[in-house]
């Protein structure tokens, strides 16, 4: 039993819950239970997971591949992506992972959250719950079918959430970046989302105090004046706050 989920266990801690409910299901006659994983070469492999939202990532993770592969000749790197990620990569010639078709669309989200041009972003990121616990667990069966060397995550907030809930789920070493770090909330949008923002800047940082070595290696994407001069939370002191560095 899994400590702190209560009545909903299934709704709290998702990934627990599907990942022994799949594992139950193998065991049943009636399930064909996987052969377990293999290493079918010594070829050193990445699985590289590009937020979908905007191609502007999709061009900043192409150039990463492409210095890697200098730095390290023969290294294999297929990609864990959606469309229209998948048609551009695959237009200049990358492997996309074959899982990749099953995922469900981020941008599709994104654009019927947006409306007529108005996004709150925070509030459709939380209301993506669905997707992104799909988005994970297609992920983690990859990992687990199909072991990679390194997984480079690319803003892939769903992996690293449910990574650090659950560190014996992690499968391979992991370098996350992101070019955003904490929420802050619209004035606008009243007590509500100050509230929620804040409960989600703590959950983040307790997680990273918590678990320090689920991510391997972590990378702010832009300078130091790109950072906000807040703090994460309310009653922490301005200068209190998370060392970018450490995220």
């Known amino acids: ?31 064909a239970e996987k052969a377990p994983p293999t290493r079918r070469t010594r070829r050193k492999r990445v699985l590289y997971l590009s937020f979908p939202i905007g191609l502007g990532h999709a061009r900043r993770d192409l150039a990463v591949a492409q ?17 229209p990620v998948t048609r551009f990569l695959e237009a200049k010639g990358e492997t996309v992972q074959a899982a990749s078709r099953k995922l ?33 667990m297609i992920f983690q069966d990859v990992l687990e079918s199909d ?6 995550a690319d803003e892939a ?4 959430h449910h990574w650090h809930e659950h560190p014996d789920r992690k499968r391979a070493a992991i370098t996350w970046f992101t070019d955003f770090v904490g ?23 307790s997680h990273v105090e ?3 070595n689920v991510r391997d290696r972590a990378i702010f994407v832009g300078g130091p004046e790109d950072i906000a001069d807040l703090g994460f939370r309310r009653g922490l ?8 560095g450490a995220v």
Do not use: C
């Open 67 to 83: 210095e890697l592969r200098k730095l390290h000749p023969g290294l294999q790197i297929d990609w864990l992506a959606q469309d």
């Open 1 to 31: 039993m899994k400590d702190g989920g209560g009545h909903a266990i299934h709704a709290r801690f998702a990934a627990w819950f599907n990942t022994r409910m799949r594992d139950v299901l193998r065991l049943h006659p009636g399930v």
């Open 210 to 212: 918590g678990q320090p």
């Open 157 to 160: 907030w769903d992996v690293d």
């Open 183 to 205: 929420w802050v909330p619209f004035a606008d949008n009243g007590p509500r989302e100050a509230f929620l923002t804040t409960d989600d800047n703590a959950e983040m940082i």
């Open 147 to 152: 072991p990679y060397d390194l997984v480079i």
């Open 237 to 244: 002191a301005p200068d209190a706050r998370l060392d970018p």
């Open 104 to 136: 469900a669309n981020e941008s599709a989200h994104i654009e019927d959250e947006a409306g007529k041009h108005d996004l709150n972003a925070f509030q459709a990121i939380r209301n993506m719950d669905e997707v992104l616990i799909k988005t994970f």
